[in-house]
């Protein structure tokens, strides 16, 4: 191998989120995925979130990402990076069935159809789904990602000033896929919960079909319990990480951000012939809150599960319950898309 080029063993990927920063190396070895190493920085001083969009925190968003660097020491020099869906778009469009090279321009043509934003703007990548049933014969569906330039050109120089280079950006949904689906061909609803951000994604097949972002998470949790109990929102935040389980009977709070949530995953479920789902995958930090899952499964009537994206990666048993502990759902973006190298590789 020569010196400069990107070393192909190792794969990391890195979550931006409002809260923290998580990031995941994996090596593919004897055919496994397995862990190198994992680490994380929380972006909060005393808030639970930060503004990613705002460039006053893009100075903070640096400093974090150089500090986590510095103890993560990844062997890689090139990382895949996702971006919160509520900044891209993901479309499934019907196109007949036609060769790659004429899909790509036909896609060329018409996305200005689908994407509402100048075609300058935008980055758009897409791919033909496969084993999709097809609307009508002779039809295949197409999966179209429009990321806004800005965005990809605000981790390129993020990364090169950091002497890194991104290799892929990637809408957090399909990370999801591969870390917590894999090569499972049933149907479900992916919740992941962050801090700011909830986001749903209706997977069949492997495939993402629908996309929501909702402008909830684990801060407005924060916000009902500190208005509820009277309690400063810090001593909030700490209550609600303890492990306390707040829908247990004994407080009596409402989380009206928890009941939005419930009712856009039953309109999902309403709009796409929900009865075969097979279940809800909650992931994100929020998804650690204790009792989400019986809650969410009351409200909604379906079978709510826990994601667990370590479940395919194998790790030392010595980092194991760190690891468990300290993780959890709450990495499922961040193992995907370091995966996404992995996929790339068993596929040449
Ligand atoms: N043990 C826990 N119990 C309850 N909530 C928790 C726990 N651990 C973390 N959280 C909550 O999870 C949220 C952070 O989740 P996550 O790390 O997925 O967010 P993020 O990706 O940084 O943010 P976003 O996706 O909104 O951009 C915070 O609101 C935090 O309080
Ligand atoms: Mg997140």
Same mark, same amino acid.
């Given at each position: 191998m020569s010196l400069f080029s990107k070393k192909p063993d190792y794969f990391l990927g890195i979550d931006f989120g409002a809260r923290s920063i998580k990031a995941v190396e994996l090596e593919f070895i004897k055919n496994k995925s397995r862990l190198v190493n994992y680490g994380w920085v929380n972006l909060d001083g005393t808030q639970e979130a930060i503004d990613l969009t705002s460039s006053a925190e893009s100075e903070r968003l640096q400093a974090a990402l150089a500090s986590l660097l510095q103890s993560f020491k990844p062997k890689s020099n090139s990382v895949t990076v996702s971006i919160p869906s509520f900044n891209g778009l993901v479309l499934m469009v019907d196109f007949p069935i036609m060769s790659e090279i004429e899909l790509a321009e036909a896609i060329k043509l018409e996305s200005r159809k689908y994407i509402p934003a100048p075609m300058e703007d935008v980055n758009i990548s897409w791919e033909i789904v496969k084993n999709a049933q097809p609307v009508k014969p002779g039809m295949m569906k197409v999966v179209l990602v429009a990321a806004p330039k800005s965005e990809v050109n605000y981790y390129n120089n993020l990364f090169l000033g950091a002497g890194m280079s991104v290799d892929a950006l990637e809408l957090e949904p399909f990370a999801l896929v591969r870390s917590l689906i894999g090569k499972d061909k049933g149907k479900f609803i992916i919740v992941d919960i962050g801090a700011k951000t909830t986001s749903l994604s209706l997977i069949e097949g492997g495939a993402v079909y629908v996309n929501r972002s909702l402008n909830v998470g684990g801060v407005n949790i924060t916000n009902a319990i500190s208005s509820s109990l009277q309690i400063p929102f810090t001593e909030a935040l700490q209550l609600k990480e303890s492990g306390e389980n707040f829908f247990a009977g004994g407080r009596n709070i409402n989380f009206d951000s928890i009941k939005y949530i419930a009712g856009e995953i039953k309109r999902i479920v309403n709009s796409r012939n929900g009865d075969t789902l097979d279940a809800v995958i909650l992931c994100g930090? #929020?998804?650690?809150? #204790?009792g989400i899952d019986g809650v969410l499964s009351q409200m909604t009537g379906l079978r709510v599960i826990i994601g667990n994206p370590w479940s395919h990666v194998t790790y030392d048993s010595s980092v194991a319950q760190n690891l468990e502990q300290s993780t959890g759902p709450a990495f499922a973006v961040a193992v995907g898309l370091a995966e996404r190298g992995i996929e790339e590789l068993k596929s040449q």
């Open positions: 930090g #929020t998804a650690r809150l #204790t």
